[in-house]
């Protein structure tokens, strides 16, 4: 069993800067894929970043997103440069069985924090 808890989350000013934390119970990154997804109000769930063979990113985010991790606290991290209006949303993170590759959908993993909120002023 695998306990992931986001943290970060909050008002940002568009344009400005910010980084989501997931914190395991477990060692996960070495048995583990690990993903950023985020899920607006009446849409489905999206991946934003996901590892698997290397670190992959949706194209609406592409050059604005880095997901980084510090193994020795088991913690991944989502580092967000310019936040737009459209990135107001909640943002999940989560694991699934070890692929060499990115598994972009969320029935693909297993394990899921309770999500973090991140609202967007302009």
């Known amino acids: 069993q695998v306990q992931l808890v986001e943290s970060g989350g909050g008002l940002v000013q568009a344009g400005g800067p910010l980084r989501l934390s997931c914190t395991a119970s477990?060692?996960?990154?070495?048995?583990?894929?690990m993903a950023w997804f985020r899920q607006a109000t009446g849409k489905e769930r999206e991946i934003v970043a996901g590892?698997?063979?290397?670190?992959n990113y949706a194209d609406a985010v592409k050059g604005r997103f880095t997901s980084s991790r510090d193994s020795g606290k088991n913690i991944l991290y989502l580092k967000v440069n310019s936040l737009k209006p459209e990135d107001k949303t909640d943002y999940y993170c989560a694991a699934g069985p070890w692929l060499s590759y990115t598994e972009t959908r969320p029935i693909g993993y297993t394990y899921w924090g309770q999500g973090t909120q991140v609202t967007v002023s302009s």
């Open positions: 590892t698997g063979g290397s670190i």
């Open positions: 477990a060692r996960t990154f070495s048995s583990y894929n």
